[in-house]
């Protein structure tokens, strides 16, 4: 062999030797998401609820460790934001989310064209029915729901036995005679953020709906005009709850933010306070000692009727079906729910109510608000969440028909008639 041949195979043998110890891209260390390529792919994570983005970035630093050729952007629009439009933008601008948020029923049918088949994922077996229903159509799942969540009246327990309050107020006399016990003994009842469009429009009316004799066939009503919202003896009821909790409630209501009832409620001002379970860790923050409870939103007299609590999933977390990272996007989402970080983190830092019987929670981890939600649900005194049936847009609507009847613009009767124009205009 001459010094030319001989030069060329110890070239070849060295180039091969490189291939085989040493030819890793940078980045493709570790659990590469595509394997031989080592490609970095980014997923787009949109999503609404404003308590969980602490966590939500500490968990992202956690799977980029296990998952580093998988890289998320998580992106927030939630609060008094108004999240459907700031998503309808980011389609719009092509600029669309691998990850989103969607509240399931006729938000689900909105954006069905969009939304990824994840029926043949291994959490689905796990999800908890009711939790299931709001994102599945035809037997195929489109979402996985992050919790479930309970709101009504959240109240100091230690404060209703201060006033004498020995029996728990389940209809609409019985709230009001607690109130004037509060009262009397120095503390202002209810603490009314009546400034946030969501704790009215899309939460504080769900029991008009829920107690309806068929909700669905309400809804359905309305939709084809055989329903009215005026003249309705749920909705009536509705707007004197309404006006109870005005009238024996914090001043300047239409002013008050949800931080500001939040406070009111940590520092023992108030009494009571319409939310929801999520807000256990801002209370927690000013106050972890209070001794909270969950009362219903009663509607009438009628106390078996009244025991119930608002309870749904607020929001599930769906695919884009057109985006080019969606199987990193399914790689997210069941670590989210399969691993033990993850599942950590649903039940200790968010305080969620999980959505997964594979997910264990104790009342320790799910505090005060999670547990007695969670009671409500085991012995099946639940009204569902009907929002998510209304018309794109309507809660907002809502809203602000609601805030004119607090402001004493209009009565019970207007704001019926209001909020009836506003569904019809967007049904359409």
């Not at 009628?302 to 609590?309: G, S, T």
């Not at 969670?374 to 005194?381: D, F, I, L």
Request: with cysteine; glycine share 8%; charged share 25%.
């Amino acid at each position: 062999m001459n010094k030319m041949k001989l030069s060329l195979v110890m070239l070849l043998a060295f180039s091969m030797l490189l291939a085989a110890c040493g030819g890793k891209s940078e980045g493709s260390q570790g659990g590469s998401s595509d394997g031989a390529s080592g490609e970095v792919k980014t997923v787009k994570i949109f999503q609404f609820k404003t308590e969980i983005v602490d966590g939500l970035n500490e968990l992202k630093v956690e799977f980029e460790k296990e998952y580093p050729n998988i890289k998320l952007d998580i992106q927030t629009v939630g609060g008094g934001a108004d999240y459907g439009a700031a998503l309808k933008t980011k389609f719009a601008s092509n600029d669309a989310p691998d990850i989103f948020s969607n509240g399931g029923d006729a938000e689900m049918e909105m954006w069905i064209d969009r939304l990824e088949d994840l029926s043949d994922q291994p959490w689905v077996n796990d999800l908890v029915e009711m939790a299931k229903e709001p994102m599945t159509k035809d037997g195929k799942v489109y979402g996985m729901p992050m919790n479930l969540e309970g709101w009504g009246y959240i109240y100091n327990k230690d404060l209703f036995e201060q006033a004498g309050i020995t029996e728990l107020p389940k209809t609409y006399a019985q709230l009001e005679e607690a109130a004037k016990k509060l009262e009397a003994a120095g503390t202002t009842p209810f603490a009314n953020a009546y400034q946030e469009w969501w704790l009215i429009g899309n939460q504080g009316i769900n029991p008009a709906f829920a107690q309806q004799d068929d909700p669905n066939a309400f809804i359905q009503g309305l939709n084809d005009g055989t329903q009215k919202f005026a003249g309705n003896a749920k909705f009536e009821e509705w707007a004197k709850l309404m006006q109870l909790t005005l009238d024996h409630g914090n001043k300047n209501p239409l002013t008050t933010d949800y931080n500001t009832a939040i406070s009111l409620l940590a520092t023992e001002k108030t009494a009571m306070m319409q939310n929801g379970n999520w807000s256990q860790t801002e209370i927690d923050a000013i106050n972890p000692d209070l001794n909270l409870g969950y009362l219903p939103m009663p509607l009438g007299d009628n106390a078996e009727q009244n025991d119930k609590l608002n309870v749904g999933v607020p929001a599930n977390l769906v695919i884009n079906k057109d985006s080019a990272s969606k199987e990193e996007a399914k790689i997210f989402l069941n670590w989210f729910v399969t691993s033990d970080i993850g599942k950590e983190y649903i039940v200790k830092k968010f305080k969620f109510i999980p959505a997964l019987t594979t997910i264990e929670a104790t009342p320790e981890d799910m505090g005060d608000l999670g547990s007695a939600v969670w009671e409500y649900v085991q012995a099946g005194k639940v009204l569902p969440r009907q929002s998510a049936k209304f018309p794109d847009g309507v809660a907002q609507e809502f809203s602000g028909s609601m805030q004119a009847f607090f402001a004493g613009k209009s009565d019970a009767n207007k704001m019926l008639e209001d909020m009836q124009t506003s569904w019809d205009s967007l049904s359409k």
